[in-house]
């Protein structure tokens, strides 16, 4: 495990990252978490913010086969949830 993923027993996310997790309680693209957050650039975006809570298991794609499908959607996972209630 990384530095971001653990800090002692409590996980170390950013104040953007948890409010991501909040968003996708229900299934959303990245353009509207982006807009969401405030943030324009794509690329940063997703090795900032999505790319580590995916690897997390906190978030998972709707089309886990085509990562890159424009018709891509993001979702909390129950370890994503369990998180998000403590």
């Known amino acids: 495990?990384?530095?971001?993923?653990?800090?002692?027993?409590?996980?170390?996310?950013?104040?953007?990252?948890?409010?991501?997790?909040?968003?996708?309680r229900e299934e959303k693209p990245l353009?509207?978490?982006?807009n969401s957050i405030g943030r324009k650039d794509r690329t940063k975006f997703r090795d900032q913010?999505?790319?580590?809570?995916?690897?997390?298991?906190?978030?998972?794609?709707?089309?886990?086969d085509k990562p890159n499908s424009r018709f891509q959607k993001y979702r909390v996972t129950e370890k994503g949830r369990e998180f998000l209630a403590k």
Do not use: H, Y
């Open 1 to 24: 495990m990384n530095k971001r993923e653990l800090v002692g027993t409590k996980w170390a996310l950013s104040q953007d990252q948890v409010k991501i997790l909040e968003l996708c």
């Open 31 to 34: 353009l509207e978490l982006m």
């Open 49 to 64: 913010f999505i790319k580590p809570l995916l690897e997390m298991g906190l978030l998972e794609l709707t089309i886990p």
